[in-house]
């Protein structure tokens, strides 16, 4: 069972260049979620998607972006990249809101931005 | 703005001791909390959850505490195991949210 797949697992940006961090999922969820976390820090909502063509932002979405064309698929989209980028991301997802089904997380994508 | 927190950053323990991590949260409007597991280089793994009209939930080693009167969740973990050594996390959700407030973690090392 692959779950939630993310790629890339480790990039290095220079400061300005722009990617797109990938994350797919085969178990028919409709929510999706992107998540950073900082060192040391828990974890904050960049955006989110209860549904195909449906897209919200979270606490912290400046700088990012996503899409939501398929039900499997919710790609991030880093648009000139800055050093307080620098963290892990995690997309995860789950069939349903929150408060009964549970989320699954991806194993994370570690960004450097230099 | 509300948030959840947590009161032990880093909690060392004999394997075979029970652990306790606490978590406190401040939005009373919070009816869903759910502790998460995450080892080191992975993503958060669900442990167990409980609802605000429980005050308690047993799961195997583990049992989360919700106390409402003062916005206190804890997870205690029986016989601690060095393979629970990891960094433990409490999340919130309000009924009809779409999303979860998650805390800053306390990380538990479990010595053998």
């Known amino acids: 069972n692959a779950g939630v797949t993310q790629t890339p697992k480790f990039r290095i940006l220079k400061i300005g260049q722009s990617m797109t961090l990938q994350c797919t999922q085969d178990m028919n969820h409709n929510y999706m979620y992107w998540y950073r976390q900082d060192p040391g820090m828990g974890l904050k909502l960049i955006y989110y998607s209860v549904g195909a063509g449906i897209t919200d932002k979270g606490e912290v979405p400046n700088g990012y972006n996503v899409s939501r064309s398929t039900t499997e698929d919710f790609p991030l989209r880093l648009e000139l990249a800055a050093p307080s980028q620098t963290s892990v991301y995690f997309c995860a997802s789950s069939y349903g809101d929150p408060s009964g089904n549970t989320i699954y997380f991806g194993e994370g994508s570690w960004l450097t931005v230099v | 703005g509300e948030n959840v927190g947590l009161h032990l950053p880093t909690l060392s323990v004999q394997e075979g001791d029970n652990s306790i991590i606490n978590c406190a949260y401040s939005?009373?409007?919070?009816?869903?909390f759910i502790w998460y597991k995450q080892e080191s280089g992975k993503g958060p793994q669900f442990i167990i959850d409980i609802r605000s009209n429980m005050d308690k939930r047993q799961g195997q080693r583990v049992t989360v505490l919700l106390n409402k009167t003062v916005k206190h969740l804890s997870l205690q973990i029986a016989a601690t195991q060095p393979g629970d050594s990891a960094v433990y996390f409490c999340?919130?959700?309000?009924?009809?949210?779409?999303?979860?407030?998650f805390g800053k973690g306390t990380m538990l090392l479990v010595s053998p």
């Open positions: 939005n009373s409007a919070s009816d869903y």
């Open positions: 999340a919130e959700n309000i009924k009809g949210y779409s999303t979860l407030t």
